[in-house]
């Protein structure tokens, strides 16, 4: 069995195995190896060990040599350089006017290649570009497209959880994420929520996905109907993995609902939901809705049958007017009083209502005239016929009534005036 070394050529990268020789490392030693790009500065990750593949690779690259000292400055210059490679090219990338984003450079060990990362949404030509940085650098020139994932790994950066991305602190590799797995760990689907820095679905939910579907195996689905410990029967409308918990909708004897959380192990499966088949919940919105739409059509059928009554009494009152107006005899008619026909009683009596005015009376002879004729002596004139005297001979034509002088000093109740002047002579006293 042959022996190998875990080299990483990256900080977070992927690990290679090369053959050791006989020369023996531990982790974090630095090493010079052979790769398809020429010789590169690595770190070991894992020491000598026994490689687990049936046979020998014999495309296996070996280790050449430890790295000393100035190796390790020259790696440190690299850095320093690459920084200022970047500035330049993305310079140049603005005068050409490419619709790329440079996100990096990377400087070969042996300085025979200068490698520059970018990202774009389609394809590029930078055949120009190439021959400008080539001109200045003097070195063979390499452009590599990469994706957006690719990019958040060697920009880095912070996560939802606020801690370093994983991809760039220590995921080795990228690994498959569906939305099956946020659907088993019972997550928001929400965008915004289950999606990383890079916009693609997180890495981490692969973490957890084995554990979130061992558990979910023993649990019951939500919409199934089971039966609880006392016997009743109700609906599960949500399940928490976690807790092994679920929440049953029951339906007691007197109709009415209740939500009860109980552990999944005291829960009897009995039948799943069938697809498209509404829950109880469901029904029993869909049921109250459709009552309250039945009372509004009773309501509204019910306002138009008084307005379809208004207007009909509106139109016979209407037809009635223009008859009236076309024949002036049949409005007489209509507006003469009820009690027209009918008949009088035999002792003159009507049914209407009792005229309170007396009948005038003729003033017997001796009588004293009616107040109506005395009202009609009292003017300046009098026009009646002169009364005999007392012996029966006619008397004379009656003199004009003079009243009676008010004496001095008096008002007309006899009182004394208030505006008398002070021991005046108004009058004596008799």
């Known amino acids: 069995m042959a022996t190998v070394v875990g080299v ?39 020491g000598n060990h026994p490689d687990n593949a049936p046979e020998e690779d014999p495309e296996r690259k070996k280790i050449i040599r430890r790295a000393t000292a100035e190796d390790e400055q020259k790696v440190r210059d690299n850095k320093d350089r690459e920084k200022d490679a970047l500035m330049i090219c993305r310079r140049k990338v603005d005068e050409r006017k490419l619709d790329m984003k440079v996100i990096g450079a990377e400087y070969t060990f042996d300085d025979s290649k200068l490698l520059f990362f970018f990202t774009a949404d389609g394809r590029v030509d930078f055949r120009d570009l190439v021959k400008d940085l080539a001109a200045i650098f003097h070195m063979r020139i390499e452009l590599r ?47 915004q929520k289950i999606s990383g820095v890079c916009g693609r679905l997180m890495c981490c939910l692969k973490n957890e996905a084995d554990t979130y579907a061992y558990l979910n195996a023993q649990l019951p689905k939500k919409g199934d109907l ?31 609902r209740e939500m009860r959380d109980v552990p999944a192990s005291e829960t009897v499966f009995i039948a799943h939901r069938k697809k498209g088949q509404p829950s109880q919940m469901k029904k029993d919105a869909m049921a109250k809705r459709e009552a309250a739409l039945q009372e509004a059509r009773e309501r509204e059928q019910l306002k138009e049958k008084e307005q379809k009554e208004q207007r009909e009494q509106k139109e016979q009152k209407e037809q009635k007017n223009q008859k009236f ?25 009507t049914g209407g209502r009792r005229s309170r005015r007396r009948p005038r009376r003729a003033p017997e002879e001796g009588a004293p005239a009616a107040a109506g004729d005395r009202e009609e002596n009292r003017g300046g004139k009098n026009t009646a016929a002169p009364e005999e005297k007392r012996d029966g001979t006619p008397g004379d034509e009656q003199k004009p009534h003079h ?21 005046g002579s108004g009058g004596t006293d008799r």
């Open 325 to 349: 107006q076309r024949d002036p005899a049949a409005a007489a008619e209509a507006a003469a009083p009820e009690t027209a026909g009918a008949e009088v009683p035999e002792d003159g009596k």
């Open 226 to 256: 089971v039966e609880l410990a006392d016997g009743r029967q109700g609906e599960i409308v949500e399940v928490n993995v976690i807790r092994q918990t679920v929440r049953v909708f029951v339906i007691l004897d007197d109709d009415e």
């Open 8 to 46: 990483r050529f990256r900080e977070v990268g992927k690990i290679y195995s090369f053959d050791p020789g006989d020369l023996v490392f531990r982790r974090g030693d630095h090493v010079i190896a052979e790769t398809a790009k020429g010789y590169e500065y690595g770190t070991v990750v894992l």
């Open 403 to 423: 009243r009676r002088r008010r004496r001095p000093g008096r008002g007309g109740n006899g009182a004394p005036r208030d505006n008398a002047p002070e021991g």
């Open 145 to 191: 497209q990469v994706g957006v994932r690719d990019e958040t790994r060697i920009i880095g950066g912070m996560g939802p959880c606020g801690r370093p991305l994983c991809c760039h602190s220590w995921l080795p590799d990228f690994v498959p994420v569906s939305i099956k797995m946020a659907k088993e760990q019972n997550l928001s689907l929400n965008p």
